[in-house]
């Protein structure tokens, strides 16, 4: 509620990211208070949408009007409670998480729900959880900075298995957003495109001052998506995060414009 939405629409993004949502023990599913003044909303329980309208008008509002260069939305995940709810009741079209993100999907408009997993990595139930997604028309997006090879066996069972036994389901998992800031500093989107069998988007830190050393300026931005799609050619580039962009007083066209011109 707090983002610059003219901005966000007008700068040349073509995805926003929403951070975070969580799944509560119960099924139902939690907008996260990440930013000062603001403060944690259940907006699916039961099935049913009660995030509020003016939240719903907002996020919706991106990918709408003749201004916006924005057309996918996604919402950004940790796996919490994610294991049990796929063991019991599972991914049924009748359980309560089912029906959820099925609510949000038709609130928010959304698009993909992406998994930045950190630290469960449990395959077995991420697989039925995303194949559940897939089933609702979700598509379904990475964010890895570290763990290889279990973002690998992602990729592998879910762009050739099914949905839920009704029938393949063609690149369930289309985009990999690469973390190669903090903990991930050291990635090289290249090696992991080998690793993937799939181009990948890299994100880096825009400037901040939570971790100021993580931070890059727009021409340090396009320095490195240069280097990197020159060296093997990528899916784009992004950034964590609109936050800081504001709270620093960044200009949100000098950022989208290093995407635009590098990956028109």
């Excluded at 003749?66 to 996918?72: G, K």
């Excluded at 992991?192 to 069998?197: A, C, I, M, P, Y």
Aim: with cysteine; charged share 15%.
């Amino acid at each position: 509620m707090k983002s610059n939405t003219a901005a966000l629409k007008t700068s040349g993004f073509n995805t926003l990211i929403i951070f975070g949502v969580g799944i509560l023990d119960n099924g139902d599913i939690e907008y996260y208070s990440n930013t000062p003044g603001s403060k944690d909303v259940l907006i699916t329980s039961n099935g049913t949408y009660v995030g509020g309208d003016a939240l719903a008008e907002k996020v919706r509002s991106f990918k709408t009007g003749n201004d916006t260069t924005v057309d996918r939305l996604e919402i950004s995940m940790n796996s919490q409670h994610v294991s049990t709810l796929m063991t019991s009741p599972g991914p049924a079209a009748n359980t309560r998480l089912y029906r959820n993100f099925q609510a949000l999907k038709e609130a928010w408009n959304l698009d993909a729900v992406n998994n930045d997993d950190e630290s469960l990595y449990d395959t077995a139930s991420t697989v039925a959880f995303a194949k559940m997604l897939g089933q609702i028309g979700y598509k379904y997006t990475l964010s890895p900075y570290t763990n290889t090879r279990f973002w690998v066996s992602l990729v592998t069972q879910l762009n050739k298995g099914t949905g839920g036994g009704e029938g393949p389901i063609d690149q369930l998992v289309d985009r990999v957003y690469l973390q190669c800031y903090d903990g991930g500093a050291g990635n090289n989107p290249g090696s992991w495109q080998t690793s993937l069998g799939m181009k990948v988007v890299p994100l880096v830190w825009v400037t901040n001052d939570s971790k100021p050393s993580q931070g890059t300026t727009a021409a340090q931005a396009r320095s490195r998506f240069s280097a990197w799609n020159q060296r093997s050619p990528l899916a784009g580039g992004g950034y964590w995060n609109d936050f800081d962009i504001e709270k620093m007083g960044l200009s949100y066209q000098e950022y989208g414009e290093v995407l635009t011109s590098i990956f028109p």
